[in-house]
């Protein structure tokens, strides 16, 4: 059906400029829409092709082999939800990683989210030498890495390192950083914030998108800065500190360089991010299993935090659109 | 702290001043406390062994010791690290650029039964983790026999392209206006001619985006090469480091000195291309 009316395109086409746009007669518009239905697919087959057998066809894989023992050496073995009881019952180290990881995006997120905005908000003052800042608090966020994680082991380092040499300036003796299993997390929470400038300059691209406007209605209904920030700029930047949250959420959840770089999990486990975990099993203990099934956990506790987000969100998120309905 | 229509309220002069300056003084402290890491490090790529365990440490190493980035170089081949890395790399920007403009164009100017809905996967994919289908990824790689080559790493760039970036490229071929493909079409013009001719020419700044994330992405990817890589003569940068990490894990002023050479590609296209990083990254992150 699609072959014929490509066919007759050209012909279709001209009648269709003849009769001016809208007046065209139904045939020649279908035969318009066919080829762009046909072309349509075929320039975004590269994606779907890739959906398919990238993601959609070793998600099902993923679920399927989650309920098996394989250990690429002998044929794998059903085992139904065993993999997932073991997990949730025998695993001790799966609820240490759900923990220090829940830890980590509860302590980086917020922090980032805080640190991030208020700089905007300085930032957006109309301060002089916008540009200067902007790049420099940029400039570690396109860095990342192993080579950011060696950075910070020397920053870290407990006798000769920068972060306890600036604490002995204040006379603090400083914490051994990494090797402490109280402040290894911590660490790994303040080095997140120095990559502060990619949310900062999301930010101050959504601040600087307030109609000033706004801000001369509130101050002539006498609000000072706190009401102007609190009624103007908070409800109209809601969207974006909405978007930040989740993707914030999503990243902090799946982080590994570091862990594996800089503490190697440790000490005692306390820098044990769920994706660390399920790499051992997958690549170092070759549970490919098991570790289909650590996945599936991760994709389940990814899912139930962004659905709660969202869920949240019409209570503090705020969008334009909604004055019309 | 007042925003920048405080100026209705005109509060008097010295107070505007005051302010001013303690915007600056918050301003120019986090600059320093965001910029004295790097300082730091490269500082300490610059002295020799002894300099490094110094307490208080010596900021200013005199002289500075060039040949340490020699030592640490040769000390392993980087110079094999570093053609690696550049040859996944551009392979991985030629075929997101390809790919991620073709599908972008096709989500925003060319209408097919079923593009919303498809669209709606998309979107949804990029929420997804990536380790839920790693590992099913590795075994098909692993049966098509590519472990330890840079196809697992490439393919996916070319096939997929990356739904964040075809996101990028939907938004903005979306704000060129729609007539012009009308007229080229009644004018009998292919939709592949419209995309190639009159579109692409115009989206070069969202392109040039995308080829940066994407170098940036894989410049510092560490678990891709990882999982696929397992011989040093395909080891990327970043395993290179890593491996220089266990073996040299003492000298501290060799390793800040590879470190920063690993950093200076992306540094170096940070400063030349800094507009389209802050294009780019502002557009992803405010149009959800």
Known sequence: ?325 | MTSAVGRHVAPPKFRRRAQRAAIHFVLVCGACVVLLPLAWMVSTSLKDLGDVFLFPPKWIPTPPRWSNYHEALTSLPFGVFFRNTAFYTGACIAGQLVTVSLVGFSFARLRWRGRDIVFMVLLATMMLPGQVTMIPRFLIFRSLGWINTFLPLIVPSWIGGGAFYIFLMRQFLRTIPLEMDEAARIDGCSNFRIYWQIVMPQVKAPLIAVAIFSFQGHWNDFMGPLIYLHTTDRYTVSLGLRMFQGEFGTEWHLMMAASVVAMLPILMLFFLAQRYFIQGVVFTGLKA
Not at chain 1, 217 to 227: E, M
Not at chain 1, 238 to 246: A, D, H, R, T
Not at chain 1, 304 to 318: G, I, M, N, P
Request: glycine share 8%.
């Open chain 1, 1 to 325: 059906m699609a072959e014929r009316e490509v066919r007759t395109d050209e012909a279709a086409i001209a009648r269709w400029f003849q009769k001016h746009g809208l007046a065209a007669g139904r045939r020649t518009r279908r035969g318009l829409l066919a080829s762009e239905n046909r072309d349509g697919w075929l320039f975004a087959s590269p994606w779907i092709a890739g959906f398919v057998l990238f993601t959609a066809g070793p998600m099902v894989a993923s679920f399927v082999m989650g309920l098996m023992q394989w250990d690429l050496l002998s044929p794998p073995q059903f085992a139904g939800w065993s993999n997932y009881t073991r997990a949730l019952r025998q695993d001790p180290l799966v609820w240490q990683a759900l923990r220090i990881t829940t830890a980590y995006a509860l302590g980086s997120v917020p922090l980032q989210m805080v640190s991030g905005f208020s700089l905007a908000l300085l930032l957006n003052t109309g301060v002089s030498g916008l540009r200067w800042y902007r790049t420099v608090y940029y400039m570690p966020a396109v860095l990342g890495g192993v080579e950011v994680s060696l950075l910070w082991i020397w920053v870290y380092q407990p006798q000769f390192g920068l972060a306890n040499w600036m604490l002995s300036l204040v006379g603090i003796a400083g914490p051994p950083w990494l090797a402490s299993q109280t402040w290894a997390l911590p660490s790994l929470v303040i080095m997140s914030v120095w990559g502060v400038g990619q949310s900062m300059v999301i930010y101050l691209a959504g601040l600087q998108g307030v109609p000033t406007t706004l801000y001369e209605a509130a101050s002539a209904d006498g609000a000072n800065w706190w009401g102007r920030f609190r009624h103007v700029t908070l409800p109209m930047v809601s969207p974006v500190l909405f978007f930040q949250l989740v993707m914030g959420i999503i990243g902090a959840l799946q982080v590994f360089t570091a862990g594996y770089v800089m503490t190697a999990g440790g000490p005692n486990n306390a820098t044990l991010f769920f994706v660390l975990h399920l790499y051992r099993n997958a690549f170092q203990y070759f549970k490919m299993g098991y570790a289909c099934s650590l996945a599936w956990l991760l994709f389940l506790y990814v899912s139930a935090l962004t659905l709660l987000t969202f869920r949240s969100s019409s209570a503090w998120v705020y969008y334009e659109t909604e004055l019309r309905t």
